[in-house]
T-cell receptor
Framework: AQSVTQPDIHITVSEGASLELRCNYS??????LFWYVQSPGQGLQLLLK??????LVQGIKGFEAEFKRSQSSFNLRKPSVHWSDAAEYFC?????????????FGKGTTLSVSS | GAGVSQTPSNKVTEKGKYVELRCDPI?????LYWYRQSLGQGPEFLIY????????DSGLPNDRFFAVRPEGSVSTLKIQRTERGDSAVYLC?????????????FGEGSRLTVL
């Protein structure tokens, strides 16, 4: 069965610094990949998704992610973090042959932003 | 409303009691999902509806958990003989397309505390 691992439980970044959140997946083929953000008191919101094609995908709020098949990774990046980016970030996966199957989420990475 | 609505937002109950959690998806969304999120964990899949039928209920932990969606819109998650381990935030999401092919829109969740 497919799974997703987020190695970092908690990351602190200075405001204005760059950010990279790691995500590794386990699946026999290339799955569909997603990043969601969960801010306090709000529901999960989709940042970006990868299905196929260009391995660098752009999302909302200035985020991007790069799919690397050789590393089974889909890391999330942002060049300059803002204090409002402090939240919990989840990577999710679903197999492309299992379009009727729901997303499987990682355990999440909590991002803190220091001033 | 425009988003996914979940009620109640908070529910405190005693061990052994019966609980119902309601989800009102975005109008026109045919797919509806229930997830459970425990403290420090990512959302854990419970059940997925496509229309009125449960397309995948493989995530329900045991037969104390049951969900319905009789008219293909509102869904109710039912938990019988609640246990302290059932304490979590129960998330509902909906989407236009089948799971994995489109964006999931999440509600803010129902926080269940079993004393």
């Amino acid at each position: 069965a497919q799974s997703v691992t987020q190695p970092d439980i908690h990351i602190t970044v200075s405001e204005g610094a760059s950010l990279e959140l790691r995500c590794n997946y386990s699946y026999g083929a290339t799955p569909y990949l997603f990043w969601y953000v969960q801010s306090p008191g709000q529901g999960l919101q989709l940042l970006l998704k990868y299905f196929s094609g260009d391995t660098l995908v752009q999302g909302i709020k200035g985020f991007e992610a790069e799919f690397k098949r050789s590393q089974s990774s889909f890391n999330l990046r942002k060049p300059s973090v803002h204090w409002s980016d402090a939240a919990e970030y989840f990577c999710a996966v679903v197999g492309p042959n299992q379009a009727g199957t729901a997303l499987i989420f990682g355990k999440g990475t909590t991002l803190s932003v220091s001033s | 409303g425009a988003g996914v609505s979940q009620t109640p937002s908070n529910k405190v109950t005693e061990k052994g009691k019966y609980v119902e959690l309601r989800c009102d998806p975005i109008s026109g969304h045919t797919a509806l999902y229930w997830y459970r999120q425990s403290l420090g964990q990512g959302p854990e899949f419970l059940i997925y509806f496509q229309g009125t039928g449960a397309a995948d209920d493989s995530g329900l932990p045991n037969d104390r958990f049951f969900a319905v969606r009789p008219e293909g819109s509102v869904s109710t998650l039912k938990i019988q003989r609640t246990e302290r381990g059932d304490s979590a935030v129960y998330l509902c999401a909906s989407s236009l397309a089948r799971a994995g092919t489109g964006e999931l829109f999440f509600g803010e969740g129902s926080r269940l505390t079993v004393l």
